[in-house]
């Protein structure tokens, strides 16, 4: 079975221009989560989407960030534009359903660097 | 609000050594407590999941267990050899669903 798929898996761009990164989960899992991971840090969370809604976008840096999951499986991050901040891993995982026994499966990420 | 704390930062040992990863977290009010793998530029690997009932989960050489009530977790590593060199990362989980990490523990096995 195939894991969670991201691409690209690198991507690097110069400041205030846009950028998109493709997320597609395991399949059946009705969850889907974005995490940005800076260098040396843990992940942290930036939007939870329970099927295609948005259930926890509070750490979302909504001025520039945007996010879909229009038909409920893959996704879309969208960062519009990009500032040198920017530059970090991000991560999709996903599980099955929401609830504590459900296990998060993480993707290899993209990693974007703004010059 | 929930904070992680892993101790040590880095770790360097001779293949072959036994070792404990140490997770600390301030709220105890947890769902479960997750330790991933991360292998340079790639994503995590989960390693082992402990619901919030359970005091310990092994899986091969390694096992970890969690006391709650402490806000503490290890990650025991036995007979470590250098395809563990990774870092190491621990995670909980809160009644808000999402993953409040550690900001992990670099082990590097020396042949």
């Known amino acids: 079975e195939a894991g969670v798929v991201q691409s690209p898996r690198y991507k690097i761009i110069e400041k205030k221009q846009p950028v998109a990164f493709w997320c597609n989960p395991i399949?059946?899992?009705?969850?889907l989560y974005w995490y940005l991971q800076n260098l040396g840090q843990g992940p942290e969370l930036l939007i939870r989407?329970?099927?295609?809604?948005?259930?926890?976008d509070s750490q979302l840096p909504k001025d520039r960030f945007s996010a879909e999951r229009l038909k409920g499986v893959d996704s879309t991050l969208k960062i519009q534009p990009a500032e040198l901040g920017d530059s970090a891993v991000y991560l999709c995982?996903?599980?099955?359903?929401?609830?504590?026994?459900?296990?998060?499966?993480f993707g290899p990420g993209t990693r974007l660097t703004v010059l | 609000k929930q904070e992680v704390t892993q101790i040590p930062a880095a770790l360097s040992v001779p293949e072959g050594e036994n070792l404990v990863l140490n997770c600390s977290f301030t709220d105890s009010a947890i769902y479960n407590l997750q330790w991933f793998r991360q292998d340079p530029g790639k994503g995590l690997t989960s390693l082992l999941l402990i619901q919030s009932s359970q005091r310990e989960q092994t899986s091969g050489r390694l096992n970890a267990s969690l006391d709650k009530s402490s806000g503490r977790s290890t990650l025991y590593i036995a007979a470590s050899q250098p395809g563990d060199s990774a870092t190491y990362l621990c995670a909980v989980r809160g009644g808000s669903e999402k993953l409040v990490f550690g900001k992990g523990t670099k082990l590097t096995v020396n042949p």
């Open positions: 989407y329970e099927n295609e809604e948005a259930v926890d």
């Open positions: 399949s059946g899992h009705n969850t």
């Open positions: 995982a996903s599980s099955l359903g929401p609830g504590a026994y459900n296990e998060q499966f």
